[in-house]
């Protein structure tokens, strides 16, 4: 009787080994397919930011779930934005509060990401909390914008309530204007908007840029 | 540690996971595709071809290019045309402004592409491109814009995109050669 059950024992203990190996397996697996760099986790590397911008801004990254259409609460912009400073070098910042303005991470499967990942207002908290990158208030001097560089963020408040709205990539300057590309809800995916276009559409709205640290 | 022992850690782990799948599931439903309201057709709805249709929508998307659009002197578009009813037409329009570069290549310069609502009058002539062309992306939508066997179609695929891409890309090196 003793016998039997010490076998019951372990082969339960066997079994349990077995499904905790194969989940973490199956966790490791299908994340692993996200496009997380290998460089440093202090560097960014701005080219690849604006690489990756231009490379799905119409056509989406199948590795990531697509965010369009989620009523009320906005669509792929911030997703898109994460996916790119993922591609250029910011490292996920694990968490268990996956509510938490203090974390920012991504799970192809399962499928679950913190809100700082997809929700504009969320992310601009991460990225004021972070350490990652420096605030530029465009509304208060226009030119400001001038200070912001390749793979630099653009967001927008668009009621001035204090809640971001939208979120975009700095793709291209010159010596008139920046030059954004963003992932929009239901609307028309851009490459390289002028910047000036966008304001001219909403005057009234709060634009803040993040200036990312390159080290 | 006997077979109860076990038995009950291995409860207290399953009853602790469930617990946050359920949560995490709950929460993340906020950000899933949901609410989203469809418009009803304009009387009958159409998944067909109509190349007069189709050829009206490149005129006009190419006629809304902004002053401040880069490569806007050779500013085309494509489309595919989802369907129409009698009242819109619905395409997937895809433009792009290109700028010729020193060398003779082409550099692609402000680009849009998605899903839209255009409504049409006599001979299939394009009125207006319906919102939200610009509209804020993280505010509410002002109403729905197309019926659900259209939203179904989904994005283009990649070889879709690469077509369109390709024939907005033809039209500027012919006008580059005119």
């Known amino acids: ?27 490791l697996a299908a994340n692993a397919a996200a496009p997380i760099p290998a460089e440093a986790a202090n560097s960014i590397d701005r080219q690849a930011i604006v690489d990756y911008a231009y490379r799905y801004w119409h056509n989406y990254n199948p590795d990531y779930r697509d965010f369009n259409n989620t009523g009320s609460r906005g669509g792929d912009c911030t997703n898109f934005v994460s996916q790119a400073l993922r591609a250029g070098g910011w490292r996920d910042v694990w968490g268990l509060d996956y509510k938490s303005t203090s974390v920012w991470w991504y799970w192809k499967w399962p499928p679950f990401q913190s809100w700082t990942w997809v929700n504009a207002n969320k992310f601009f908290w991460f990225a004021s909390g972070s350490g990652r990158a420096d605030i530029v208030n465009i509304s208060a001097d226009l030119n400001r914008r001038f200070t912001l560089q390749l793979g630099d963020i653009v967001q927008i408040d668009y009621e001035r309530d204090g809640e971001m709205d939208h979120s975009m990539i700095v793709t291209k300057k010159d010596g008139y204007d920046i030059y954004l590309t963003y992932h929009t809800t239901l609307g028309r995916d851009r490459q390289d908007h002028k910047f000036l276009d966008i304001y001219g559409g909403s005057p009234g709205a709060a634009y803040y840029g993040w200036h990312l640290h390159d080290s | 540690m006997n077979y109860k022992k076990i038995l009950f850690i291995l409860i207290i782990i399953f009853l602790v996971l469930l617990g946050g799948v359920f949560i995490l599931r709950r929460d993340s439903s906020l950000y899933n595709p949901s609410n989203l309201g469809f418009a009803e057709p304009v009387g009958t709805l159409r998944i067909a071809q109509n190349d007069e249709l189709q050829a009206n929508i490149n005129t006009f998307m190419e006629s809304q290019i902004s002053e401040g659009a880069l490569g806007k002197d050779n500013y085309h578009c494509a489309n595919i045309l989802y369907g129409y009813d009698d009242g819109y037409a619905y395409a997937w329009v895809y433009c792009s402004g290109f700028i010729l570069k020193e060398n003779g290549e082409f550099e692609q310069g402000s680009a849009s592409s998605g899903l839209s609502r255009l409504e049409y009058g006599e001979d299939f002539q394009i009125i207006k491109l319906e919102p939200p062309y610009d509209h804020p992306p993280g505010l509410p939508l002002p109403q729905p814009l197309f019926p659900k066997k259209i939203y179904d179609m989904g994005r283009p695929s990649s070889a879709e995109f690469d077509a369109l891409h390709q024939e907005i890309y033809n039209k500027a090196r012919s006008a580059s050669l005119e």
Do not use: C
């Open chain 1, 1 to 27: 009787m003793f016998a039997k059950n010490k076998k019951k024992i372990l082969w339960l203990r066997v079994s349990l080994m077995f499904v905790a190996v194969a989940i973490a397996a199956a966790v």
